[in-house]
């Protein structure tokens, strides 16, 4: 992707209720970005809320990025267990048995029956991190969406980057719970890091990462 302002076209996508989740705060926060960055020129933006069920997010998240051809995706899940934004660096082709909010379990353990062990964004986790902790918002970069659901769409949305001429840029990021559900961040500390975290993003296409870890390296 060059650094020019030509028309780029943007996913945002969030998740629906999961279990013990009924509330997913990733709906509210892309509502609340789509509607901020809506009238951005250059950016043909798409938004797009997920049911937080195995089959769903494994048939339709590859329709949906053929449907779009989206130059960025930005892909925002809930980890209950956050104190701050973490920035995903890796995807894992796996898939733990645990069950979805359709009560449904993943068909296999692995997400591809043919597929890289790991694959891993072009974008530099580190630095966004870094950007949002300057901007006061506690953020880490992580190694590991983990191996549920958003893992999965993680996975998929790599492996679909990977095979496109225009190489898009991929992220995952999971934000904490906002102070109401237990967290450290109220909910407009939480929206002003994401929309901190997509304007680096959209502005510094620099920041995909010129020494990517191969896409055959495996952990």
């Known amino acids: 992707m060059a650094e020019t302002d030509a028309q780029r076209s943007l996913l945002l996508t969030g998740f629906g ?12 926060l892309v509502e609340t970005l789509a509607e901020g960055f809506a009238d951005t020129p250059g950016l043909a ?9 195995w089959a769903h997010v494994h048939h339709q998240a590859p329709a949906l990025l053929d449907t779009v051809q989206p ?7 809930l980890c209950r267990g956050a104190n701050g934004f973490r920035i995903e660096r890796s995807a894992y082709n796996q898939a733990s048995r ?12 692995a997400i591809l029956t043919v597929g890289t062990p790991r694959l ?6 580190t630095h ?9 918002i506690p953020a880490l970069p992580s190694l590991s969406a983990g191996r549920y659901l958003c893992n999965t769409l993680y996975y998929l949305s790599l492996n679909w980057a990977a095979k ?10 999971h934000i904490p719970p906002a102070s109401g559900d237990g967290g ?10 994401a929309d901190t975290l997509l304007r680096e993003v959209l502005h510094r296409p620099r920041l995909a990462a010129h020494h990517a870890v191969p896409a055959s390296h495996a952990a």
Do not use: W
């Open 17 to 28: 209720p999961f279990p013990g989740t009924p509330e997913n705060p990733s709906i509210a």
């Open 45 to 53: 933006l798409h938004k797009h809320i997920l049911p937080t069920e």
């Open 71 to 77: 130059d960025i995706v930005v892909h925002f899940g």
């Open 98 to 109: 645990l069950e979805d909010a359709a009560d449904a379990l993943p068909h296999s353990p």
């Open 120 to 125: 891993d964004t072009r974008l530099s986790t």
């Open 128 to 136: 966004l991190a870094r950007e949002l902790r300057q901007a006061g």
């Open 164 to 173: 496109q001429a225009h190489r898009p840029l991929v992220l995952f990021v």
């Open 184 to 193: 450290y961040l109220d909910d407009a500390e939480i929206a002003r890091g």
